[in-house]
């Protein structure tokens, strides 16, 4: 049975929704703001990077990076996030979340800011510097995933905590449209400054000498958002969990959360070492007791997300397809350089305003309602059903009649990815694992993630294309097509509808009950096994 629950957490737990609640969003939630608008400013620039710098004289299409320097200019942000989650994952529960938060701050401020530097003009250092800078964006992007979550969830009380840690996450919703409005106003500014005739009339001038300033504008403004929050960061106290539970200081967890709560809190010294002093609540996470506690646990946290980012990043292949069908990017000869980079900018503003912002927030709204469980579930199964309905009939959906279907389509796969797995895949790690376990235990899940992400980014860039070698892109092998693509990302959202009843329902109960760290007889193995189950 549990033991009674230390005064400062119960305080926590039954909290009505205050300022500081709110306050903990947005200086979180402004981390995940430009995070995303660091890891999604890229694709807007991509051609422009093209066409600046692998011009060729001549040809008959703009320049484009090759498929080497593309996937090295866009992939090593996610290669850095990946490590970053893991690193920063474990440093946040040996040092402590506020400590730790603030070096990731500081990392994507310094080095969003050199992103747009270069050492020199030519091509080969330009291309190096950048992708050495975004590797080292990524990995304080990266540290952000596990301590916000968990500094979230730590903050929170039990009834709203699913709603709080998703709105921190949706705030990656505003990065994403951000950063197309961002590009829409600078690429506006310089096309209106310094016109420029299309590809197709003069090729040398339709890419201005200026053209070079605007990716590394795009690109530095990311630093702005990151830079405005590092004081209110530094501001915010440690987490009464890390501090009672794991750096075992009760008498300083009552003194943190007296203050931010403004009510009287015993300091419990004696019942904090009766817990952390507890043989069940110290095993490690490579312990046989971990294992069987919450090996499932992680299991189902770590491939429900990377079955998700498979999917998730995998929607960019057959986006240029959409865009397309309804005209919002016409063909590259007819644009100018900066032209270019706004017709894009616009089409990914849009798709983030009409699926990709109302999906987190249907999240927010629902997610204490009917639970992390039930949207996970709904989101996978009509992922699944909405690629298998592009992938069947695809030869009909390309068609120029049936465009508005498609693009209708198309827009419900991304909202029902964030409302749904995208949004709890995040939410879920940062609550059912012991507090000196629970940021490295989230680092690793979202991790596992990156690593999907890598898959689908550029796996699936290689495998959309046609079997038949004449119809590739330019310098990529033939793959199995889009159609065959789509098949296998149904199926790979089946497999995380399947994988998702590993994960337990955390909908209302405190962490310390889900994690186990309070319980006070010998049969919890027996009570935390039970959590495998939904409820």
Not at 155 to 172: H, L, P, S
Not at 306 to 315: E, G, M, R, T, V
Not at 387 to 395: C, D, K, N, R
Not at 475 to 490: A, D, E, Q
Request: charged share 15%; hydrophobic share 45%.
């Amino acid at each position: 049975m549990p033991r009674e629950q230390l005064q400062v957490l119960n305080a926590l737990d039954t909290a009505k929704t205050q300022l500081y609640h709110f306050t903990a969003i947005v200086i979180a939630g402004m981390g995940f703001f430009t995070d995303a608008y660091d890891l999604f400013a890229i694709s807007l620039v991509t051609k422009l990077l093209g066409r600046i710098y692998y011009h060729r004289e001549g040809a008959l299409k703009p320049g484009t990076l090759p498929p080497g320097v593309n996937s090295s200019v866009t992939a090593v942000a996610l290669v850095g996030t990946l490590a970053g989650q893991l690193f920063f994952g474990w440093l946040g529960d040996k040092m402590g979340r506020k400590k730790v938060y603030g070096m990731t701050l500081a990392v994507m401020v310094i080095c969003s800011l050199a992103s747009g530097l270069s050492f020199g003009r030519e091509r080969r250092s330009v291309m190096a510097g950048l992708c050495f800078f975004r590797f080292w964006l990524g990995f304080g992007i990266g540290g952000d995933y596990p301590l916000s979550a968990t500094i979230m969830s730590e903050y929170a009380n039990k009834k709203t905590r699913g709603a709080f840690i998703a709105a921190v996450f949706a705030m990656q919703g505003f990065g994403i449209l951000a950063s197309g409005i961002v590009a829409l106003v600078v690429s506006a500014c310089f096309d209106h400054a310094f016109s420029a005739p299309s590809y197709a009339t003069d090729a040398l001038l339709s890419t201005p000498v200026q053209a070079d300033y605007v990716w590394r504008i795009i690109l530095m403004f990311g630093a702005i958002p990151a830079g405005l929050t590092y004081y209110w960061r530094m501001k915010m106290p440690e987490t009464a969990r890390y501090t009672a539970l794991v750096a075992k200081n009760a008498k300083q967890a009552a003194a943190d959360m007296a203050r931010v709560l403004q009510v009287d809190i015993e300091a419990e010294e004696q019942k904090v070492e009766t817990i952390t002093q507890d043989k069940r609540n110290s095993f490690g996470l490579f312990s046989k007791q971990f294992l069987r506690r919450h090996g499932l646990h992680l299991l189902g946290t770590t491939s429900t997300w990377f079955l998700l980012d498979i999917a998730f990043y995998s929607q960019n292949l057959f986006q240029k397809d959409v865009f397309t069908a309804i005209g919002w990017i016409p063909p590259a000869a007819t644009m100018n350089a900066i032209g270019e980079v706004f017709r894009v900018a616009r089409a990914q503003t849009l798709i983030a305003l009409c699926s990709t912002v109302p999906g987190y927030w249907f999240t927010v709204a629902f997610i204490d309602i009917i639970g992390r469980f039930a949207i996970q579930l709904m989101g996978f199964f009509f992922m699944t059903v909405f690629m298998f309905a592009l992938a069947i009939p695809y030869h009909h959906w390309t068609l120029h009649d049936n465009r508005i279907g498609f693009i209708i389509i198309y827009s419900l796969t991304f909202f029902f990815a964030n409302f749904g797995p995208n949004a709890t895949t995040f939410v879920v790690p940062a609550e059912i694992f012991p507090a000196r376990l629970r940021s490295t235990c989230h680092g690793i899940s979202a991790a596992a993630g990156k690593a999907g992400a890598i898959v689908g980014a550029y796996g699936f860039l290689y495998a959309s294309q046609s079997s038949d070698p004449k119809k590739t892109d330019a310098g990529y092998p033939p793959g199995i097509g889009i159609k065959n693509s789509l098949i296998v990302l149904g199926v790979i959202n089946f497999l995380g509808m399947l994988f998702t009843f590993l994960v337990p329902e955390p909908n209302g109960k405190s962490l310390e009950e889900l994690s186990g760290e309070n319980e006070q007889d010998d049969d919890v193995e027996q009570t935390t096994s039970n959590r495998n189950v939904p409820v």
